[in-house]
Each structure stands twice: as structure tokens, then as C-alpha cells.
């Protein structure tokens, strides 16, 4: 196992989530008795063994459309994350169709390793979530000419 990183922003995206606008460890279980009835039992949520650190941590599936009205996207792994999380339980399969896409260009949009990505792909499958891209353009103030 690799030495433990002591800030969570250069963590593995493995042992960190984003809160609040910045980068934390996530909780750490030792076992699966030490997650809560009310996490184990959500057909959302799973656990996996971290490479990172060696705990077990929680994952979810799903996106809470009644509170998030917004995501920041870093990364490439944000947006893997982001894009199968819109999915749920729905199919690779399902989805391409409606998109009329390959599933394989499906797969490597959400595949965060990956360096094929197919635009017309994304934007298929972004209009079939329902989903708007949106650009935050922000103003350099340093640089702002005083007139």
C-alpha cells in the first residue's frame, strides 16, 4: 500500500469527496457492520475497499435532483462520476438507444481513463438526462482595466 497523503486535495479521488466546494477525506469503515442499517440497506449506495488507504468507503449511484440544482466539474473523473450517476439503473443499452449512440461510446465517456471522447456522443447522452452544459466564465480582477 502506498504512504497516506495528509492533504485530502492531492488524495486519490478514491478517498476524497468534494464538500462544500472543497476536497475531504471520506469516512472511513473498517468493516461493513460499521456502516449504518440506513447506508447498507439504500439500493444507491456501495462500498468498495480503497486502494489508497485500505478502508472501506461509500459510493452512490444517484444525484439528488430536489437539492442539486448545480455541479462543478474539475475533472475528468468528475465528470465519469457525474455522467454515471445521471445513468442510475438504467442500462448502458437503454440509454444509447435513446441517444442513438453505440453503447461502447457510452461506456467511454464514463470511463475516467479513457481518451476517447466522442463530442456528438456527449451531447447525445447529456440530451437524453436532460442535462445543460454551461460554461462559468470568470473575470480575472488583477488584470481589469480601471475606467
Known amino acids: 500500500m502506498a504512504e497516506l497523503v495528509l492533504d485530502a486535495a492531492s488524495a486519490p479521488r478514491e478517498c476524497k469527496t468534494e464538500r462544500g466546494g472543497r476536497w475531504e477525506f471520506k469516512r472511513r469503515y473498517r468493516s461493513e457492520t460499521e456502516i449504518p442499517g440506513k447506508l447498507r440497506e439504500d439500493p444507491s449506495t456501495s462500498w468498495y475497499t480503497c486502494q489508497h488507504c485500505g478502508h472501506l468507503h461509500i459510493g452512490h449511484s444517484r444525484i439528488d435532483l430536489a437539492t442539486e440544482t448545480h455541479r462543478v ?63 462559468v466564465l470568470r473575470e480575472d480582477r488583477s488584470t481589469r482595466s480601471s475606467r
Open 73 to 135: 466539474l474539475g475533472d475528468r473523473a468528475a465528470l465519469a462520476d457525474f455522467l454515471v450517476k445521471s445513468r442510475g439503473a438504467a442500462t448502458h443499452k437503454q440509454i444509447a438507444e435513446v441517444a442513438k449512440i453505440r453503447p461502447i461510446r457510452l461506456k467511454e465517456l464514463e470511463d475516467p481513463t479513457s481518451d476517447k471522447v466522442d463530442l456528438n456522443a456527449f451531447f447525445a447522452v447529456l440530451a437524453v438526462y436532460r442535462i445543460k452544459l454551461a460554461a
